[in-house]
């Protein structure tokens, strides 16, 4: 008869030959204890491995589309349409939104296309980004992301304009302001922070504007900033533009960052959708569980680098 530790002791031993768990379970074991959707995508950009979870799944982008939107004003600026210094005068119907900065500030002043790109990424004005999408257009956006190979991403119209679609009716309906994958948005990181954006020069601009982020509440927040880490990141944040079975408006929460340091470089995007959470505070379950998963992310990369 077979004693119960030798019924066992077969299982143990597969288990313990198995190893640990692969970074790919390790986040999707986090994102399932998420209570609401989550995709994300990463890509080591030394050795082009790829952790990816729901990754060609869209997503609501929320204000992770204004990546894009300066991708283009960069872009204009190098065929001659565009000039970083032209000025841009702030009327008081271009506010849109709740104040961040241009909505608090007096109707009549001047401020230069490169403002608007600092204003729009590092603290997400959305009155900057709408100056912007004006001057560049939403199917130039749209148009230049195709040209990248990026066919899912999409910016819809501008901002706090719901049910204003410039493109695409039928998905501004369902995602609002832009959508996306979390692959595609990792690859366009990536090609910013490969140089194959514009210019080396140009990408190198991005990348320092990214850098200046001010929230960093996701990506950033687990990392081990003091040995040496950069991140040039761009979140967002919205509600779903239609309500669940029980006419709630659930919650989405995205980040999209490069992350460089010694011997590693790598971009990650982290998307999230029908979040339960309804706080605004640092302790909103999604931003929880994106900082989780950019810390499995980072430790398996730093285990691999060269």
Same mark, same amino acid.
């Given at each position: 008869?077979?004693?119960?530790?030798?019924?066992?002791?077969?299982?143990?031993?597969?288990?313990?030959?198995?190893?640990?768990?692969?970074?790919?379970?390790?986040?999707?074991?986090?994102?399932?204890?998420?209570?609401?959707?989550?995709?994300?995508?990463?890509?080591?950009?030394?050795?082009?491995?790829?952790?990816?979870?729901?990754?060609?799944?869209?997503?609501?982008?929320?204000?992770?589309?204004?990546?894009?939107?300066?991708?283009?004003?960069?872009?204009?600026?190098?065929?001659?349409?565009?000039?970083?210094?032209?000025?841009?005068?702030?009327?008081?119907? @271009?506010?849109?939104? !709740?104040?961040?900065?241009?909505?608090?500030?007096?109707?009549? =002043?001047? $401020?230069?296309? #490169?403002? +608007? *790109?600092?204003?729009?990424?590092?603290?997400?004005?959305?009155?900057?980004?709408?100056?912007?999408?004006?001057?560049?257009?939403?199917?130039?956006?749209?148009?230049?992301?195709?040209?990248?190979?990026?066919?899912?991403?999409?910016?819809?119209?501008?901002?706090?304009?719901?049910?204003?679609?410039?493109?695409?009716?039928?998905?501004?309906?369902?995602?609002?302001?832009?959508?996306?994958?979390?692959?595609?948005?990792?690859?366009?990181?990536?090609?910013?922070?490969?140089?194959?954006?514009?210019?080396?020069?140009?990408?190198?601009?991005?990348? @320092?504007?990214?850098? !200046?982020?001010?929230?960093?509440?996701?990506?950033?927040?687990? =990392?081990? $900033?003091?040995? #040496?880490? +950069? *991140?040039?990141?761009?979140?967002?944040?919205?509600?779903?533009?239609?309500?669940?079975?029980?006419?709630?408006?659930?919650?989405?929460?995205?980040?999209?960052?490069?992350?460089?340091?010694?011997?590693?470089?790598?971009?990650?995007?982290?998307?999230?959708?029908?979040?339960?959470?309804?706080?605004?505070?640092?302790?909103?379950?999604?931003?929880?569980?994106?900082?989780?998963?950019?810390?499995?992310?980072?430790?398996?990369?730093?285990?691999?680098?060269?």
């Amino acid at each position: 008869m077979w004693h119960r530790t030798e019924l066992f002791l077969p299982l143990f031993l597969a288990a313990a030959l198995a190893g640990p768990p692969s970074v790919q379970d390790q986040v999707a074991e986090r994102a399932r204890a998420f209570k609401g959707v989550l995709g994300a995508a990463a890509k080591n950009l030394a050795t082009g491995e790829w952790v990816l979870l729901n990754a060609d799944t869209r997503f609501p982008t929320a204000s992770t589309i204004k990546t894009a939107v300066m991708v283009e004003v960069f872009h204009q600026i190098a065929e001659g349409r565009l000039k970083d210094d032209t000025l841009v005068t702030l009327t008081d119907a @271009a506010k849109v939104g !709740e104040p961040v900065v241009l909505n608090g500030l007096h109707a009549g =002043l001047q $401020l230069t296309v #490169g403002d +608007l *790109v600092r204003l729009m990424i590092t603290v997400s004005d959305n009155t900057a980004t709408n100056l912007l999408i004006e001057r560049v257009g939403t199917a130039a956006v749209d148009q230049r992301l195709s040209s990248y190979g990026l066919t899912a991403t999409r910016l819809h119209r501008p901002t706090f304009r719901d049910g204003k679609p410039e493109v695409d009716p039928e998905g501004e309906r369902e995602f609002g302001l832009g959508v996306s994958t979390p692959r595609e948005m990792a690859r366009l990181l990536e090609l910013i922070a490969d140089g194959r954006v514009v210019s080396r020069s140009a990408c190198d601009a991005m990348i @320092a504007i990214l850098r !200046e982020q001010h929230d960093r509440a996701m990506i950033p927040r687990l =990392l081990p $900033l003091e040995d #040496g880490l +950069l *991140v040039a990141n761009k979140t967002g944040e919205d509600l779903e533009k239609q309500p669940d079975a029980r006419g709630v408006h659930r919650y989405v929460r995205a980040d999209a960052a490069i992350v460089e340091g010694p011997g590693l470089r790598y971009v990650l995007a982290i998307f999230t959708r029908q979040g339960e959470d309804a706080r605004a505070s640092v302790d909103n379950g999604a931003l929880l569980a994106g900082a989780e998963i950019a810390r499995l992310v980072h430790e398996h990369f730093a285990r691999a680098r060269r």
